[in-house]
């Protein structure tokens, strides 16, 4: 029933843009804060920008400045715009939904970002 898929990663070279989709469903989507997360090989999965459910966002220092993170809750979408894309950007791109009260969240399958000449 809930699924969260992600979509938009590919090959892009360092300065280009990409932005990343995720669509829920299954869910209150308006109602669950929203994040972005990477895995990069060997790496542990780090958050790279959260939108919580009234809007306030929040980003990694690596990427303030350079990413942009929306929702669309008519479209029960969020989004990261990402722009002057580096080498050390490139990772498996993950979509997380948290609920409004605590608990397991939802994951998605993810998405390959590669940033290389």
């Known amino acids: 029933q809930v699924q969260l898929v992600e979509s938009g990663g590919g090959l892009v070279q360092p300065g280009g843009s990409l932005r990343l989709s995720c669509v829920a469903s299954?869910?209150?989507?308006?109602?669950?804060?929203m994040g972005w997360y990477r895995q990069a090989p060997g790496k542990q999965r780090e958050l790279v920008a959260f939108?919580?459910?009234?809007?306030?966002?929040n980003y990694d220092n690596s990427v303030q400045g350079r990413f942009t993170i929306a929702r669309d809750n008519a479209e029960n979408t969020v989004y990261l715009q990402m722009s002057s894309l580096k080498p050390e950007d490139s990772a498996v791109y993950y979509c997380?939904?948290?609920?409004?009260?605590?608990?397991?969240?939802?994951w998605g399958q993810g998405t390959q970002v590669t940033v290389s000449s």
């Open positions: 997380k939904a948290d609920p409004p009260h605590y608990g397991y969240g939802y």
């Open positions: 939108i919580t459910s009234g809007g306030r966002t």
């Open positions: 299954g869910f209150t989507f308006s109602t669950y804060d």
